[in-house]
């Protein structure tokens, strides 16, 4: 499988083409209204509103008037892409038809069928699409709560946080220790957090080459592991060290005032630790109503209907859907499959069977691109994976180059398919 801007754009076009059928409208225009500005969201209004034909209308509501992409975050620590490179504008989803409100959502009555703003707007809607990304859980990781990310980063919300990460990384002592408390299974990815220790290292390799990196662990295996520890050998051999739950990756505890981790009882004193805590579904879901005790939001796979409220459509990383990952790529497929449910059910228009894609890339070192993924079909009781794939250790060096060069393609594809 190889995608590129092109191809990704192709694809998409094609699958709107065919979704389109003729349509019977009603005098006042439906109301869509759309939490969330990111692969999810933006996809959904920008798809809607395209394939209605101006026959929905469309409002996407979002807190941040540039948006700032997660996947290629971990590519600017590692210093190969410029911040600015991962910022986006809404201009042309307004300019094709939606209204794009800069406020945050503060309160859903499923009832009443309203969504109500920090500023104090209220919209009512027929149909609410949910696509929030993702929070973090109280107490999950002892000693750290959201106050603290000022001086122990998660930079899993991107913008500040990463800029914030970056900047200490470059201000480490020569010699200085890095750590990651990793999250437990489910998490956001990208940014990866395995991703994210190769550019650390990589960044580190070029301004503080004998300091060393340290992953506490919850969890016994992650994703790609295998390539990431070739990588690591090959390219920061000595420089990074994985605890896992074993040696009491499980059991760990922050100090942010000292700067200081306590594994197993071992205190450690580190100079930067980026702390990724377990998370759930993002505020607003809760707030609706839709989420389940895990804090995800169960959905339909078959439509991303929430299983809670059936006029209630949740994308992305909020949803708990089965096995597609928690991406930028899983969110923007969700989208086109939510967003013609929802036409068809606005407009009477054609319903095909929903069908899923997600592709994960990972860079470890310049010019050495690795990826996972997989095709994804509904069954009655999970979103289900039907075929997949994933890099091998010990490909040649071109090989890895064009898995890299296919990534910059996929992230033109998408930020052009999401904004327009």
């Given amino acids: 499988m190889t995608l590129n801007r092109r191809s990704f754009l192709a694809s998409s076009v094609a699958a709107a083409g065919v979704l389109y059928a003729p349509t019977v409208f009603s005098q006042a225009k439906p109301k869509v209204v759309i939490i969330g500005g990111g692969a999810g969201g933006a996809t959904a209004a920008r798809y809607l509103a395209k394939d209605s034909k101006g026959a929905i209308d469309v409002t996407l509501v979002e807190a941040n008037p540039i948006y700032t992409t997660c996947f290629f975050s971990n590519l600017y620590i590692g210093g190969f892409r410029d911040f600015e490179s991962l910022q986006h504008g809404y201009d042309k989803l307004a300019g094709g038809g939606v209204t794009v409100i800069n406020d945050r959502a503060t309160a859903v009555d499923r009832d009443a069928r309203t969504v109500t703003l ?84 990589h960044l580190l390799s070029q301004k503080n080459p ?27 051999d000595g420089m990074v ?19 200081e981790i306590v594994v197993d009882g071992e205190v450690q004193k580190v100079d930067v630790c980026n702390v990724i805590p377990a998370q759930m579904a993002g505020a607003i879901a809760k707030v609706a109503g839709v989420t389940n005790d895990a804090g995800w939001a169960p959905v339909d796979p078959a439509t991303m209907q929430s299983k809670v409220d059936k006029n209630i459509w949740v994308l992305g990383d909020s949803s708990a859907q089965g096995d597609m990952p928690k991406s ?52 009655p009781e999970k979103i289900a994976s039907v075929t997949s794939f994933i890099s091998q250790t010990g490909e040649d060096a071109a090989l890895r180059k064009a898995t890299y060069e296919e990534s910059l393609g996929w992230y033109a594809g998408i930020t052009a398919d999401m904004f327009g």
């Fill in 328 to 379: 930028g790529f899983s969110a923007n497929s969700q989208a086109k499959v939510a967003s013609m449910v929802i036409r068809a059910e606005l407009t009477g228009s054609k319903v095909f069977p929903a069908k899923y894609s997600n592709t994960c890339w990972s860079l470890i070192a310049p010019d050495d691109g690795v990826k996972v993924g997989a095709s994804y079909e509904p069954t």
């Fill in 210 to 236: 004998t300091a060393k990196i340290l992953i506490v662990d919850p969890k016994d295996k992650y994703s790609k592991q295998a390539l990431f520890e070739e990588g690591w050998a090959k390219h920061y």
């Fill in 118 to 201: 920090a500023g104090g707007q209220v919209l009512s809607y027929d149909k609410l699409v949910l696509s929030p990304g993702i929070d973090f859980k109280d107490g999950a990781v002892p000693g750290w709560n959201v106050t603290d990310a000022e001086v122990m980063p998660h930079a899993y919300k991107a913008g500040p946080q990463t800029l914030l990460l970056k900047k200490m990384i470059e201000a480490m002592p020569a010699g200085g220790t890095f750590a990651m408390v990793a999250p437990p299974n489910p998490y956001r990815c990208p940014p990866g957090p395995y991703e994210r220790i190769s550019m650390v290292a």
């Fill in 241 to 259: 060290q994985w605890i896992g739950p074993e040696f009491g990756g499980d059991k760990v505890e922050v100090r942010p005032k000292t700067m």
